[in-house]
């Protein structure tokens, strides 16, 4: 059967790291047949920094522009917007068996055998399965500074959060799918050809769909460096007092959302 390899990856003034990141993709041991990336009105010149690069690589990377029209139109409002990126993205590449897709964050750093590791291990679960079952697989990743120091080799670790807590009841509540960090096979992407009325983050979504409609594989070793910005960090708050009810109007929202994101799945 033939193979084939695409990477999707969600752009927003991504400048100072965007193209560390490209060429983390390009360079690996498997890479990947296409690198198709969708720009959301990006104003740092991430847009020209990546017309350069498929100046370069011509024959993998290509910029498609997304569209808000339609169902994409009315859900904008509805999902975030980097779910919303990643949705138009999925809408564009083919769901037949053989097919694989990752999906990239603009600013993380992969290392060199991801895709090659990740599809042994989709590949594995469809001999068992078969090629027409939906599938995801999903790694452990470093969590690093914005200049790629480690704070954690485990996100797991770091989170305190239990990778293999994927059935469907559990994904309602908590999802420990982080989208950078997946590889999904074409019968799953089909899942995705029009985006969910609301979710919480493309990931949660697509974990559900998995546990749901098909299965969930974990490779316990980390496979890229999960960049992390210290001005989106929630705990950057000089007061303790502060730092509680940031932490507390987190919850709040997110207990919020992933009450709709439920009752939409």
Not at 198 to 215: E, P, R, S
Request: hydrophobic share 40%; net charge negative.
């Amino acid at each position: 059967m033939r193979q084939h390899i695409t990477v999707l990856l969600a752009a927003y003034n991504g400048a100072p790291y965007i193209e560390e990141q490209i060429r983390s993709i390009l360079d690996q041991t498997l890479p990947p047949d296409q690198l198709l990336i969708s720009d959301d009105d990006s104003t740092d010149g991430t847009v020209e920094l990546l017309e350069r690069l498929q100046a370069e690589y011509p024959s993998v990377l290509r910029l498609v522009a997304h569209k808000r029209e339609g169902d994409y139109q009315d859900r904008w409002d509805q999902v975030p917007a980097p779910a919303m990126n990643f949705f138009w993205l999925l809408s564009q590449v083919s769901t037949r068996p053989g097919e694989y897709i990752l999906l990239s964050d603009q600013d993380d750093v992969w290392y060199g055998d991801k895709i090659q590791v990740l599809l042994g291990k989709i590949k594995e679960l469809e001999a068992e399965c078969g090629d027409d079952h939906p599938i995801l697989v999903h790694s452990d990743l470093e969590v690093t500074d914005q200049n790629l120091n480690i704070i954690n080799p485990s996100l797991f670790a770091h989170n305190g959060t239990n990778p293999y807590r994927n059935t469907l009841a559990q994904l309602l509540v908590e999802n420990p799918v982080t989208g950078g960090a997946v590889m999904l096979n074409g019968p799953l992407a089909a899942y995705f050809q029009t985006p969910p009325k609301c979710c919480f983050m493309h990931d949660w979504w697509m974990a559900l769909t998995a546990a749901c409609f098909g299965t969930i594989g974990f490779v316990p070793q980390a496979l890229y460096q999960y960049r992390q910005h210290g001005d989106n960090a929630v705990g950057n708050n000089v007061s303790l007092l502060h730092e509680f009810w940031d932490r507390l109007r987190l919850f709040q929202k997110k207990k919020h959302n992933a009450s709709r994101q439920v009752t939409e799945f």
